[in-house]
RNA sequence: CGGGAAGUAGCGCAGCUUGGUUAGCGCGCCUGGUUUGGGACCAGGAGGCCGCGGGUUCGAAUCCCGCCUUCCCGACCA
């Protein structure tokens, strides 16, 4: 009866551990189409929670939901050079439909700035029409040459932000806005995972974007995820698609526009941030099911009194479902651990004889013993507790694996395992390709005081470097 | 897309080297019973175009060729 791991350890294969705790957490399976994903009731619940948190944050900042079409023309993709140029060797594109040939060939949207672009020309005639402030939440198709479930899929669904300003500094602080309020916030108080902001060198940069900034965490093995982006667009876009508007002088003027995203490989990032060798562990902000009710027999008086709790922690605001006793109990907790439920009401006879119930941890798995009548006014409590915990532990692991060195060759050795911090002045391109060919890469440019630079012109700026997703 | 490994029941695998009756095992699943405080046990049962296509052969899971898919390592990306 010792139980044995039902998943490959992290430390023995940390590829192989993602994918068991996808598939045994019944998150996700893989579509029959090379590079396609099914995304699994279980795993959908934490998308929805995803969605729910980031839509409410893009709606505190001001900006509207709409949708645009799956299907863009490909002259719409060729308008603004550096942007076709980015995305074509990803590009999905339909040449037959109705049983002929097309006369334009669509393309499948890889990301709606062209289409979206058309649409804000036709809409914005006045400044009094700025800013334009859209977002959407949709499905989008890069072709993937090496697909992983949530991280890397031909077909993913995300949110994508545009917007259209008056002027450079109204377009720059939004995406900046955007960046910190919404996925800062999120990444840190939901998801728990702490990050680095910072930009992209000029390589990294979107297609046709002047500016990206980038959101880089850490994940458990010292990987980096880039986990939401924001650009800054210039003119680019509003010259490609004649985004213009009239001043209060009554002067032509072009927009500026940014654009910004983030997808389904969040998932990917919370199995990775926080998950351990029992399986996931979701924060209780973002937990589908925060607690998990177990009867440890399926008998009356254990169902009762489960059932009581359940109601009770219901009305008390809490995410909570019922396991009742049918089947091991040892097997049902392993269940539960690998779906991540962060705290569990354990409900046994024995317990329900001295008036109390265990609670058990998911991340630490400490036991707390309470009494019936405490489980519901002390549960949200705990949940915080774990919250926090979640989140100080996730930045002591990060901050424990960033290293601070003075050269390159240092820089790729601490990137073996985390993060390496140094001056951007001593990475000139062979150094870079240095690094690229042992998978070292440039995750952003930061300042020295850990804020987010505006432009990698800048003097005296760092850079952070690490083996990535 | 390049280099490597692998596809046999839902999952994990054996069988292939040296072709030969009805293709096995563990877990899971179904039925019945006993169980239930950390992956329970007994008995019975269901489930396979052996990845797909072609070839060699009297005969192919097994040998040969092509394709597809998955995993690992690269280049590309959210």
Same mark, same amino acid.
């Given at each position: 009866?010792?139980?044995?791991?039902?998943?490959?350890?992290?430390?023995?294969?940390?590829?192989?551990?993602?994918?068991?705790?996808?598939?045994?957490?019944? %998150?996700?399976?893989?579509?029959?189409v090379?590079? !396609?994903m099914?995304?699994?009731?279980?795993?959908?619940?934490?998308?929805?929670?995803?969605?729910?948190?980031?839509?409410?944050?893009?709606?505190? =900042?001001?900006? /509207?939901?709409?949708?645009?079409?799956?299907?863009?023309?490909?002259?719409?993709?060729?308008?603004?050079?550096?942007?076709?140029?980015?995305? $074509?060797?990803?590009?999905?594109?339909?040449?037959?439909?109705?049983?002929?040939?097309?006369?334009?060939p669509?393309?499948?949207r890889?990301?709606?700035? !062209?289409?979206?672009?058309?649409? %804000?020309?036709?809409?914005?005639?006045?400044y009094?029409?700025l800013?334009?402030?859209?977002?959407?939440?949709?499905?989008?198709?890069?072709?993937?040459?090496?697909?992983?479930?949530?991280?890397?899929?031909?077909?993913f669904?995300? /949110?994508?932000?545009?917007t259209?300003?008056?002027t450079?500094?109204?377009?720059?602080?939004?995406?900046?806005?955007?960046?910190?309020?919404?996925?800062?916030?999120f990444?840190?108080?939901?998801?728990?995972?702490?990050?680095?902001?910072?930009?992209?060198?000029?390589?990294?940069?979107?297609?046709?974007?002047?500016? !990206?900034?980038?959101?880089?965490?850490? %994940?458990?093995?010292?990987?980096?995820? /880039? %986990?939401?982006?924001?650009?800054?667009l210039?003119?680019?876009?509003?010259k490609?698609?004649?985004?213009?508007?009239?001043?209060?002088?009554?002067?032509?003027?072009?927009?500026?526009?940014?654009?910004?995203?983030? $997808?389904?490989?969040?998932?990917?990032?919370?199995i990775?941030?926080?998950?351990?060798?029992?399986?996931?562990?979701?924060?209780p902000?973002?937990?589908?099911?925060?607690?998990?009710?177990?009867?440890?027999?399926?008998?009356?008086?254990?169902?009762?009194?489960?059932?009581?709790i359940?109601a009770?922690?219901k009305?008390?605001?809490?995410?909570?479902?019922?396991?009742?006793?049918?089947?091991?109990?040892?097997r049902?907790? !392993?269940?539960?651990?690998?779906?991540?439920?962060?705290?569990?009401?354990?409900?046994?006879p024995?317990?329900?004889?001295?008036g109390?119930?265990?609670?058990?941890?998911?991340?630490?798995?400490?036991?707390?013993?309470?009494?019936?009548?405490?489980?519901?006014?002390?549960?949200?409590?705990l949940?915080?507790?774990?919250?926090?915990?979640?989140?100080?532990?996730?930045?002591?692991?990060?901050?424990?694996?960033?290293?601070?060195?003075?050269?390159?060759?240092?820089?790729?050795?601490?990137?073996?395992t985390?993060?390496?911090?140094?001056?951007?002045d001593?990475?000139?391109?062979?150094?870079? =390709?240095?690094?690229?060919?042992?998978?070292?890469?440039?995750?952003?440019?930061?300042?020295?005081?850990?804020?987010?630079?505006?432009?990698?012109?800048?003097?005296?700026?760092?850079?952070?470097?690490a083996?990535?997703?």
């Amino acid at each position: 009866m010792a139980s044995q791991s039902v998943l490959t350890p992290q430390a023995e294969d940390f590829p192989r551990w993602y994918q068991d705790v996808v598939a045994k957490a019944e %998150m996700a399976d893989n579509g029959p189409v090379r590079g !396609t994903m099914v995304i699994r009731p279980y795993g959908y619940a934490i998308w929805e929670r995803i969605q729910a948190e980031i839509d409410a944050r893009i709606k505190q =900042a001001g900006a /509207q939901n709409a949708y645009f079409p799956l299907f863009i023309p490909q002259s719409y993709l060729s308008k603004e050079a550096e942007h076709v140029e980015g995305f $074509s060797p990803e590009l999905a594109v339909v040449t037959h439909a109705g049983g002929e040939e097309l006369a334009e060939p669509i393309v499948v949207r890889p990301t709606s700035e !062209t289409v979206i672009g058309e649409f %804000m020309a036709k809409w914005i005639q006045s400044y009094r029409d700025l800013p334009l402030l859209l977002n959407q939440w949709a499905n989008v198709v890069r072709w993937e040459l090496r697909p992983r479930l949530f991280l890397r899929s031909s077909e993913f669904l995300w /949110q994508e932000g545009h917007t259209a300003h008056a002027t450079y500094e109204d377009a720059a602080a939004y995406a900046m806005k955007i960046h910190l309020e919404v996925y800062n916030d999120f990444l840190n108080e939901v998801l728990a995972v702490p990050t680095f902001l910072g930009i992209k060198p000029p390589r990294e940069r979107f297609a046709g974007a002047i500016n !990206t900034m980038t959101c880089e965490g850490m %994940m458990r093995d010292g990987k980096a995820l /880039q %986990m939401a982006t924001s650009h800054e667009l210039g003119q680019n876009f509003a010259k490609a698609f004649d985004i213009y508007y009239q001043s209060e002088e009554g002067q032509a003027a072009l927009c500026h526009t940014t654009s910004w995203g983030s $997808s389904t490989r969040l998932v990917g990032g919370l199995i990775m941030a926080h998950g351990d060798d029992r399986g996931l562990v979701v924060p209780p902000r973002l937990a589908p099911i925060q607690v998990v009710v177990i009867a440890v027999r399926d008998e009356p008086t254990v169902n009762e009194a489960c059932e009581r709790i359940l109601a009770s922690l219901k009305s008390a605001g809490v995410r909570a479902v019922l396991d009742r006793g049918r089947g091991s109990f040892g097997r049902r907790l !392993t269940d539960w651990e690998i779906k991540g439920v962060p705290l569990r009401v354990e409900v046994g006879p024995r317990d329900l004889a001295e008036g109390v119930v265990t609670v058990v941890r998911r991340d630490s798995a400490e036991k707390i013993t309470l009494a019936l009548e405490a489980v519901a006014p002390q549960v949200p409590a705990l949940l915080e507790t774990v919250q926090a915990e979640l989140l100080r532990g996730a930045r002591d692991h990060r901050d424990a694996n960033t290293c601070d060195v003075p050269s390159v060759v240092e820089a790729i050795d601490v990137a073996q395992t985390g993060f390496a911090r140094l001056s951007w002045d001593l990475v000139g391109d062979s150094e870079e =390709a240095e690094m690229n060919s042992q998978a070292v890469t440039i995750r952003c440019l930061v300042r020295a005081d850990g804020s987010i630079p505006a432009s990698d012109l800048e003097e005296d700026l760092l850079c952070i470097v690490a083996k990535a997703y």
